[in-house]
């Protein structure tokens, strides 16, 4: 059973930063590319980015590029997402994603996906 489990939400000011992190279970991370998304309220589930299996190779949507930066540990099966100079508008449940197939990268929201983690921007 796959399992996604993302944490190191929370509330921060404009500006500030966060790390986000998602252990991995139940396939073997260390072949699929993983993603994130993200969800604010009323609005639909917006693509964030994706990195390889190997780490090698990542892509952001334009709304995120050059302030969110992933990262990944396969040794630990765990997934980050840093976060920094943070909006208001970056304010969302986050949530990592598995590829749909081993060593293909998708940019699209992937259906698997954990509960998520929420990140607040305010002052």
């Known amino acids: 059973e796959v399992k996604l489990v993302e944490s190191g939400g929370g509330l921060v000011q404009p500006g500030g930063s966060l790390r986000l992190s998602c252990a991995a279970s139940g396939f073997p991370f260390n072949h699929y590319a993983m993603s994130w998304v993200r969800q604010a309220p009323g609005k639909e589930i917006e693509w964030l980015s994706v990195l390889d299996e190997s780490g090698q190779r990542s892509y952001y949507s334009e709304s995120v590029k050059g302030r969110f930066t992933m990262s990944r540990d396969n040794a630990k099966n765990t997934l980050y997402l840093q976060l920094n100079n943070l909006k208001t508008e970056d304010t969302a449940m986050y949530y990592c994603?598995?590829?749909?197939?081993?060593?293909?990268?998708?940019?699209?929201?992937?259906?698997?996906r954990g509960q998520g983690t929420q990140v607040t921007v305010s002052q």
């Open positions: 994603g598995k590829g749909p197939q081993p060593f293909v990268v998708t940019k699209l929201v992937p259906r698997e």
